[in-house]
């Protein structure tokens, strides 16, 4: 996965060599966003329609009367307070947490060569490339990759040729392949190579 974006963002950073330190994408939250602003819309709506209704000489709905009845009757330290306080705050941590967090963990971002360019490679896609590089490698039956943010975990399966050969070509092998991937921050290697267990496995 690959974006592009049509100006320098703001957390570029300038290198010696003219081109941007790339960062993480941030995400756009549209879920989170969305749905808090679907909540605020129901609740003040729902104050604003009640408000009105004061106004025009009508009688205060129902639920609005026994909010405010149980706001001024309840004491502090009742568990029902306590309950809703205590998820107030989880939420109020929520979007804290999102607000000041990039998010978006699956996108790798990749070196900048151009002020103007961002992109990011999908880790299911580097997982791909180095799994496709691995089989090349003689001796490999098998390889499962899965690539984090500061590492790649392969785990490859050698039905011949000794061990330590194929770790060392598949070191090799991956080593470049990483480097070719373009990342900004590449991940470390983390690789193990075992005969195949009974049955095949």
Do not use: C, N
């Not at 963002?9 to 994408?25: E, K, L, Y």
């Not at 330290?77 to 309950?83: E, G, Q, T």
């Amino acid at each position: 996965m690959v974006e592009q974006s049509p100006g320098p963002p703001r957390d570029t950073v300038a290198g010696a060599d003219g081109a941007g330190r790339a960062r993480r994408f941030w995400s756009a939250r549209r879920i989170p966003a969305g749905l808090l602003a679907l909540l605020l819309l129901v609740v003040t709506g729902a104050f604003l329609y009640d408000i009105a209704a004061v106004r025009a000489h009508r009688t205060g709905m129902g639920w609005r009367r026994s909010l405010a009845r149980e706001l001024a009757e309840r004491h502090l330290d009742d568990i029902w307070v306590l309950v809703g306080a205590g998820l107030a705050t989880a939420l109020g941590l929520w979007l804290l947490l999102l607000a000041l967090t990039p998010g978006l963990r699956s996108l790798l971002p990749m070196r900048r060569t151009h002020h103007d360019v961002r992109a990011a490679l999908h880790r299911d896609a580097a997982a791909t490339v180095l799994r496709d590089r691995a089989m090349e490698v003689a001796g490999v039956r098998t390889v499962r990759v899965r690539v984090r943010r500061t590492r790649a975990d392969v785990r490859a399966v050698s039905h011949f040729r000794d061990l330590d050969d194929v770790r060392a070509d598949l070191t090799a092998v991956l080593d470049d392949a990483i480097d070719g991937l373009g990342l900004a921050r590449p991940p470390a290697l983390s690789l193990r190579v075992r005969r195949p267990g009974r049955k095949g496995r």
